[in-house]
């Protein structure tokens, strides 16, 4: 459920990791405000990639939706102090 969103985040991540080093090995030796470019959009990316990480897909379970599975559905209500009648 969550691999999708896990494999963006890291590739989002060693993009960025990419970016950065590339611009202080390589990149400086040939112009140095080119590699403050690329360092400036690495610097971008890591937000970016937190939200990437965080933003729910359409098959995502949310922390309150019933599963459809009757006994772990009550065990969570359970754990979480909801009442059986209240339903």
Do not use: H
């Not at 963006?8 to 990149?27: D, E, N, P």
Request: proline share 6%.
């Amino acid at each position: 459920m969550y691999a999708r969103r896990r494999r963006r985040y890291f590739l989002l991540m060693s993009g960025c990791l990419v970016l950065f080093i590339s611009a202080w090995t390589f990149v400086r030796m040939w112009s140095v405000p080119a590699a403050v470019v690329l360092c400036v959009v690495a610097m971008v990316i890591p937000p970016i990639a937190a939200m990437v990480g965080n933003t729910r897909d359409k098959d995502d379970r949310w922390w309150d939706d019933p599963s459809g599975d009757p006994q772990s559905d009550e065990w969570w209500d359970e754990l979480d102090g909801k009442d059986k009648n209240r339903r």
